[in-house]
Every structure is written in C-alpha cells, then in structure tokens.
C-alpha cells in the first residue's frame, strides 16, 4: 500500500513538472522581463555625463515623457502601486508612515517587512487590498524575483506574497533561499562605501538568480539611490553625482550581460523611478503644529494621529476636521489640502477650499483619514542648479506634489517595444503592471486602475488617442484673506493622472 502510495505521489509530481514545464516553454513566456527602479532618479539625471548607461539606452528606447509618480510621492506608496498596477485608494498602502489602529491606536507605524507583517494578523485582513503581479503570474505558474538595496519594507511590497524570492541585504524571503544566497554572494561589503557595496551585491544577485535561462518570467532590482544620497547631502552634491554614476554603473553591468546572452534568451527592459525630487527649506513639523494649535493633547493622544502628511481625527468629527483645514489654509509652508468628498466622484473635498481624495485616487474605503496635505513649493533653484524646492524640513526629499516630484521617466526596450518612439499621452507607475500583463496575455484584475501603455507596444495598433488636460480649482476666504488651490489631469479617456497642485494665498485688502 505504501509502496503504491509513493508511486502515486511520484506521478503526480510528474505531472505537476510537466505543467510547469509546459507553461515555461509556451511561446508567450518565452521574452522575459526585467524591471529597474532608480529610487529618486530625476529626469534631468540622465545626463551621458552622470549616467552614460542609462542615456545610451535612452537613445533606443521607447520614452513616455509624460510619466508620472503617484502621490503621495514616496517610496513605499510607489513600490505598492507599481506592483499591484494600483493607485493607494484601491491598494491601501497610503504612505511611508501609515495609521492602522488596530496595530497602534494613538500612533502611525513605519513600513518596514517587520511593520508591515503585523497588519495582516491584527486586521485579519490583507495587507494589500489589490492583486499584485507576483499572484497574476502564480496563477499562471510564473515566478518574479525582487532584487533591492533599499529598506525591506519597499523589498517585501513588490512581491508580498513571496510568488518566487526577495533578496535585499536586510531581508531573503523565503527563508529557506537565505543559506544559500549567503554562500554563494555573501555578505555585503562594508566600511565607507557600504551603500555602494548594497547595489554590487543585489546587482550580483540580480545576475546570478534572476537573468538566467531557468530564472524566473519577471524580475525587478531596485536602486536606492540616488535617493538615499540626495536626501542626506543634496540635489546635485558631490555624494549625489557619485552615487548617481555608480549605479548607472551597475546597470551598465546589466546590460552587459542581457547583450551577451544567445538568441533564446530574449528581455523586456521597462525603466522607471519611484519620484522626483526637491530642495527642502522648511522647518515646521505637523505634529507640533497641531499640538500648538491645541487640536492635539500631545505627541502620544489618539485625538489626532498623524502619518506623514495624514491626519486622522478621532470619530471623524467634522466640526474639528473644518478647524483644522482653516488653520492649515493660513500657514505658508502648507500647500495643497485634501479632505473626502462628500460624494464618490466629486472633486471637491467635503470642506471649502480643499479637493478630493477621489481626484487623487487616495480614497481608500478603510485606511485613508481625513485630511491629507502636501507642504508649499515653487520653482527656486538650489546652489547646483536644480529647480524646484519645497518647505518641508531636511537638506532635500519628495512626498509632495510639484511637478519636481511628480514628473518621472519611463524607459523601454526589448523585442515587445517599438524602437525609438515617444509618446506624450500621460502614464503612470500604476501602468507598468497592466503593460506587463498586455504582453503576456495575462488577465488584468477587474479592480486594476493603471492600464497598458499600448502605443509604446509593437503588437498593438496604431494608437491615435489623444489626451488633454483639465484644471480644477478651489477656494476658501476668510478674515485674513483667500487661500486658493489648483490642480492640474491629465486625462486619457477613463483614466485620470495628477500633473500637480498649486497653492495661492491672497492677503485681505
């Protein structure tokens, strides 16, 4: 009986290989992809001073200059709604710092792999509320591997659900895989250039598990510079440029190695990032802000929780929410405010002078709050020549919505891409995803927002959409004067992309 049993078990296995097998060697699996994140990268990075790799590529590639960062323009916001081809109001994953009180009541939490495990078991939920690409390509029987320098949290969420390996130096999933990452990379190089150590080694990674003949249908390495180096000496420093060309150098490793590769093994190359950058001049935090203004007790009461740019008001109480946006409307490092509509669909925020978390796509029916800001901007130039600056506090950073950290590159090559074309009608992060799926003939989620990028696509008609684009206006007046907020879509048929907003404060005559 035993003896039966096993043989069974054997052939099952059999079988089981010979789908995989199967699904491995069906002819619209055959190109496989490759997606790179430049955290942080600029568009005007790309220079062939700073990064010869990346503007030779460019020169071939296909280009949406009309590309586009989802706000709130951070990493963890970014690194969700790439994978899931969602914006945050569908994904839920609303910041780098996000309140979930069931995880904490009176404090928002970090995103990091450790943070971001407690959410699933205390909401008895998932941790995103969207289908991501690795469980698209799962029921396919496909694999997608994440290779990262950055923090674990923004590893983990590109493929959360561990459909293939994460390899970050801080975090290898699954845990069986570690052991041998370890023996045959080994550990990351430290001393002085230890951030640089980071992206040989995932770079190694990248080379060794993931671009090879059996490796998986999809993978993604992400660079955590220039990011990390801007935020700490600047936009264009010395350290920044450094870090800049050394990871262009390790693209430049890459490419290598795609071009060294036979006929057989054929890649799709889709380049983004996951903001721009600005200048910060600011010094006012929001927290001490609201505690001053005496709508918080104190850093540790559940009154008001803030989450980065968030604010959620115990009960929702509307009396202390429309106080609130009043007092923000006078600050000059305040910029564009965001409450709930009083509708779903309506533009205009439910209190006067701000816009909607629709607008925005950041209305997410459990886990937004009730306010959301963005601190003021405006065109300044740093000491390098780098314009755009905003009144946050730090050396330099993102998170908010000028067109500085909004405006992003995408990049693509490949057999799947047509050569050298350029297409000005808007894209997004959101929209890599559904273009993936496009090329493998993959069902795109029915809650999915982004949509393919079909004009860059060598299988798709000629696409003779166009796009155009709308400005949204609001206004607020008090004894002191106006404050008045713009918004610039992009609009593309059904889809919605957010260009900007622009604060105005007139002072009463």
Do not use: C
């Amino acid at each position: 009986m035993k003896a039966l049993f096993y043989s069974l078990l054997f052939g099952m296995s059999l079988i089981l290989n010979g789908i995989v097998n199967a699904q491995q060697e069906n002819p619209r699996f055959k190109t496989k992809t490759l997606i790179v994140f430049f955290d942080g990268l600029r568009p005007d990075y790309i220079t062939e001073a700073q990064m010869p790799n990346l503007f030779a590529f460019k020169k071939t590639a296909a280009w949406g200059k009309h590309h586009h960062s989802v706000f709130p323009t951070v990493t963890r916001v970014n690194s969700a709604s790439y994978a899931t081809g969602s914006y945050p109001g569908t994904h839920g994953l609303l910041g780098n710092a996000i309140y979930i009180p069931e995880v904490a009541a009176n404090k928002s939490i970090g995103t990091t792999y450790g943070d971001l495990n407690k959410i699933p078991a205390a909401t008895s939920g998932p941790l995103l509320t969207a289908k991501s690409l690795g469980e698209v390509l799962a029921d396919a029987g496909q694999k997608m591997m994440v290779f990262s320098s950055g923090t674990t949290g923004q590893a983990f969420l590109q493929n959360h659900t561990v459909n293939g390996a994460i390899v970050n130096p801080d975090l290898i999933l699954p845990e069986a895989f570690k052991k041998q990452v370890l023996d045959e990379i080994g550990l990351v190089s430290q001393g002085t250039d230890e951030e640089h150590g980071r992206h040989k080694w995932i770079t190694d990674a990248l080379l060794k598990y993931g671009l090879t003949k059996n490796g998986p249908l999809v993978s993604a390495i992400w660079f955590s510079d220039p990011d990390g180096a801007a935020h700490e000496h600047g936009i264009g420093s010395e350290q920044a440029v450094e870090a800049i060309k050394y990871v262009d150098g390790q693209f430049g490793r890459i490419i290598e190695a795609l071009q060294a590769k036979g006929a057989d093994e054929r890649y799709n190359v889709i380049i983004s990032t996951d903001h721009g950058f600005v200048t910060h001049t600011g010094k006012q935090g929001l927290t001490d802000f609201l505690i001053k203004e005496g709508f918080k007790k104190d850093k540790e009461s559940d009154d008001v929780v803030v989450a980065e740019g968030a604010i959620y008001v115990k009960n929702h109480d509307e009396k202390v929410i429309a106080n609130i946006v009043s007092a923000l409307h006078k600050q000059e490092w305040v910029g564009a405010v965001f409450t709930k509509g009083a509708k779903k669909g309506d533009v205009q925020g439910q209190v006067k002078g701000t816009l909607s978390f629709d607008l925005i796509h950041y209305d997410h029916p459990k886990r937004s709050g009730d306010i959301l800001l963005a601190p003021n901007w405006n065109d300044a130039k740093n000491d390098k020549g780098y314009a755009g600056t905003d009144y946050s506090g730090g050396v330099a950073g993102h998170g908010g919505s000028s067109p500085y950290e909004i405006n992003i590159a995408l990049l693509a090559n490949g057999p799947d891409f047509q050569q050298g074309v350029t297409t000005e009608l808007p894209t997004s992060n959101v929209d890599i995803v559904p273009t993936i799926l496009n090329i493998y003939n993959l069902p795109k989620p029915v809650a999915m927002d982004g949509r393919a990028v079909a004009e860059l696509l060598k299988k798709s008609p000629k696409q003779n959409s166009t796009s155009k684009k709308q400005l949204i206006k609001t206004e607020a007046k008090y004894s002191w004067g106006s404050y008045q907020l713009s918004a610039e879509m992009s609009v593309l048929g059904a889809y919605r992309y957010f260009n900007y907003a622009k604060t105005e404060r007139t002072p009463a005559r």
